[in-house]
């Protein structure tokens, strides 16, 4: 498995922006196709985005198409969620997630797709 673990969540005003990282260790990174999923309090976790192993293709949650982006640096190992326009409802513990890319089927976006979790990074957007 890989290691996972995320940075850059921190409290925010409504329409601000935050780039989270999501740092991965222990195999080839570019054999995996990345997701990041969040869960608010008392809520189940929920599809945030996804992009597969090359960084060529890219899927999106409704609630956050047009404002947030997702990217991967296979040198860096490392995939980012650049989210913008910020609103409170985007407010939730954001984890980034991990699965061995196998051929078709992409976008994954249940949880259950993904082999390895990091820990979670809180992002609080105040209104």
């Known amino acids: 498995q890989v290691q996972l673990v995320e940075s850059g969540g921190g409290l925010v005003q409504a329409g601000g922006s935050l780039r989270l990282s999501c740092a991965a260790s222990g195999r080839i990174f570019s054999s995996y196709d990345m997701g990041w999923f969040r869960q608010a309090p008392g809520k189940e976790r929920e599809f945030v985005a996804t992009?597969?192993?090359?960084?060529?293709?890219?899927y999106y949650g409704d609630p956050v198409k047009g404002r947030f982006t997702i990217s991967r640096d296979n040198i860096k190992n490392t995939v980012y969620l650049q989210m913008n326009s910020l609103k409170p409802e985007d407010t939730a513990v954001y984890y980034c997630a991990a699965r061995v890319t196998k051929w078709g089927g992409f976008p994954f976006t249940v949880t259950g797709e993904y082999d390895s979790w990091g820990l979670g990074t809180q992002v609080t957007v105040s209104s």
């Open positions: 992009i597969n192993w090359s960084g060529g293709r890219t």
